[in-house]
């Protein structure tokens, strides 16, 4: 085991910082800025359907679904399709409306969560066409969906997923990308942008793994809260529940990830001294409210935690700490703003004296009702 571990003391931290090579695999034979080629092989007689479709459900549970959360966002900026993100165990026991020849995006890691495939097989017999995103080549889901595109960030052995997310997230973003370009929803120039911005992904994430020493620091101050919140808006407010499901997973603190204007409805009311509040605030569309935001939790001695673009420095001059992340796209800094929230999550557990690698109560996939 030590062996597989490849010097890492758990499986998650060897994971964590596999993405830069997990990220570029992904994009292996797929994508090539330069040449401008984009193309997923395994989308084929029915890419036509996603081209077309008027609507696009995606089906997932766990941090599969947060990848889902993020493809929405990017399908509805770049393909202008709705989509909506259904967990798999709703989605199954509702009578959801379903007809004929609609799209569903099925994103699982292992491929056999037993909520997403039996979801699968539910939109499959009221006509649905069903595109895997699945890590495990073979896999139950892979097999039963009708075409789809492997994530390769090869095995996942930590309870707690990192890298199958950021595959997750690289997949859906070609996939869109290839999907808006057809529909001609997104200009030349844009595309092309966001190819040439897809390559820089695995060294951006590269120097988000640097960050680990400084991480680490800020672990060592919280590492016995008893709750924590979130927050984050657009593109990193699915970071935001992914961060806190991170955290609760492993470590078992409480922890809640929220819209970062949806913080007023409810989560404001913990706000005190002893509240850490981990804002992803990076610089994108919705930056200045955001700041508005970490003012009103500030304003209640909340513990603000920023995750900033670099060169960012009206945040750092409002926050208790912040942690610097290179910029990119807004489309794509979930890929990149995750990072550091896994290394938060992983050293806060650690120093609990957590199982990382095997938490209580959990399975790496959940093959049962
Ligand atoms: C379990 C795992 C999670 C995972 C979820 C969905 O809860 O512990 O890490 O996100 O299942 O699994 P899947 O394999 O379908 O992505």
Redesign the pocket.
């Known amino acids: 085991e030590a062996i597989e571990k490849g010097g890492y003391p758990h499986f998650m931290l060897k994971e964590i910082y596999e993405q830069p090579k997990s990220i570029s695999d992904c994009f292996r034979g797929r994508l090539n800025a330069s040449t401008g080629h984009l193309l997923l092989g395994g989308l084929r007689e029915y890419a036509n359907k996603m081209v077309n479709a008027d609507r696009i459900v995606i089906i997932?549970?766990?941090?599969?679904w947060h990848a889902g959360l993020v493809a929405e966002y990017i399908f509805e900026e770049f393909c202008r399709i709705p989509v909506e993100v259904e967990y798999a165990s709703e989605f199954r026991y509702r009578n959801p409306v379903i007809k004929e020849g609609d799209v569903v995006i099925a994103?699982?890691?292992?491929?056999?969560?037993a909520d997403?495939l039996a979801a699968i097989e539910l939109a499959k017999s009221k006509g649905a066409v069903i595109f895997g995103v699945c890590n495990v080549v073979g896999s139950s889901?892979a097999r039963a969906t009708h075409e789809g595109a492997y994530t390769h960030a090869g095995p996942e052995i930590g309870?707690?997923?990192t890298k199958?997310f950021t595959a997750q997230i690289t997949v859906l973003s070609m996939m869109a990308l290839m999907i808006a370009q057809r529909r001609g929803t997104i200009s030349e120039r844009r595309y092309h942008e966001m190819l040439v911005e897809l390559e820089t992904i695995p060294a951006k994430v590269e120097k988000a793994l640097a960050l680990n020493a400084q991480i680490e620091q800020i672990s060592e101050i919280f590492k016995d809260a008893t709750n924590f919140l979130y927050l984050g808006r657009g593109y990193n407010f699915p970071v935001a529940l992914e961060g806190a499901l991170k955290l609760k997973?492993i470590s078992y603190i409480h922890a809640e990830g929220y819209p970062a204007a949806e913080m007023k409805h409810g989560p404001i009311a913990l706000i005190d001294e002893n509240m850490p509040v981990v804002f992803i605030a990076t610089k994108d569309s919705s930056y200045e409210k955001v700041v508005s935001n970490i003012q009103e939790v500030r304003a209640r001695k909340g513990r603000v935690i920023a995750i900033v673009t670099e060169g960012d420095t009206l945040i750092p001059s409002m926050a208790e700490f912040t942690i610097e992340v290179p910029a990119t796209d807004e489309a794509l800094m979930p890929l990149v703003s995750v990072v550091p929230l896994q290394l938060l999550s992983y050293h806060i557990a650690v120093m609990r004296g957590c199982n990382v690698d095997q938490p209580r109560n959990?399975?790496?996939?959940?093959t049962v009702e």
């Open positions: 997932a549970c766990g941090t599969s994103i699982s890691q292992s491929g056999e969560t997403t889901i309870v707690a997923s199958a997973e959990l399975a790496k996939s959940v």
